[in-house]
T-cell receptor
């Protein structure tokens, strides 16, 4: 499809395990974003890539969270030593270069449950 | 502390009537405001936006009003349709970090036939 694709759609893991979430942005979009939405909350910014580099990672909650985008397209969000508080829907979004209006195109999200 | 507040968790409106969703913000550096709409099990989708240099932006049935002095914006939907039933998020940007949108908690709109 032409939209932002995220896999897996659902992930259940045990506390302490390592998790990877993948995002495939809209073709041609150079900007990619990760957000996290906890139950009853709005999306919360995690990290923003422009091309291959992380332009703003100020939203990552701690050093257990890391994201990469090695070729400027697909991105992977990595969470080490997962905790129950990491349970949330992780949303990926992309936008075309030069967008300053903040209009982002979101994927359907990856729901992470940490038991 | 929340920089973007949507104080009404839910709103119920009759089909054909006006829906008014409200949003307040605290950061005077915000210069761009957006509304996103979210259906269950889907990602948020962009609906309408407004720059801080304007006080109104209209797109079909959707109009966003901005009152900078009150740090308040509202989304008007008229006439409301059952398909408008969704969660509506208000978001703001200070332009300093592209894509770093600050979202409110959302308001769940139910439009009854």
């Amino acid at each position: 499809g032409a939209g932002v694709s995220q896999t897996p759609s659902n992930k259940v893991t045990e506390k302490g395990k390592y998790v990877e979430l993948r995002c495939d942005p809209i073709s041609g979009h150079t900007a990619l974003y990760w957000y996290r939405q906890s139950l009853g909350q709005g999306p919360e910014f995690l990290i923003y890539f422009q091309g291959t580099g992380a332009a703003d990672d100020s939203g990552l909650p701690n050093d257990r969270f890391f994201a990469v985008r090695p070729e400027g397209s697909v991105s992977t969000l990595k969470i080490q030593r997962t905790e129950r508080g990491d349970s949330a829907v992780y949303l990926c979004a992309s936008s075309s270069e030069g967008t300053v209006t903040g209009e982002l195109f979101f994927g359907e999200g990856s729901r992470l449950t940490v038991l | 502390d929340q920089q973007v507040k949507q104080n009404s968790p839910s709103l119920s409106v009759q089909e054909g009537r006006i829906s008014i969703l409200n949003c307040d913000y605290t950061n005077s550096m915000f210069d761009y405001f957006l509304w996103y709409k979210k259906y269950p099990a889907e990602g948020p989708t962009f609906l309408i936006s407004i720059s801080s240099i304007k006080d109104k932006n209209e797109d079909g049935r959707f109009t966003v009003f901005l009152n900078k002095s009150a740090k308040h914006l509202s989304l008007h939907i008229v006439p409301s349709q059952p398909g408008d039933s969704a969660v509506y998020f208000c978001a703001a940007s200070d332009g300093g970090s592209q894509g770093n949108l600050i979202f409110g908690k959302g308001t769940k709109l139910s439009v009854k036939p």
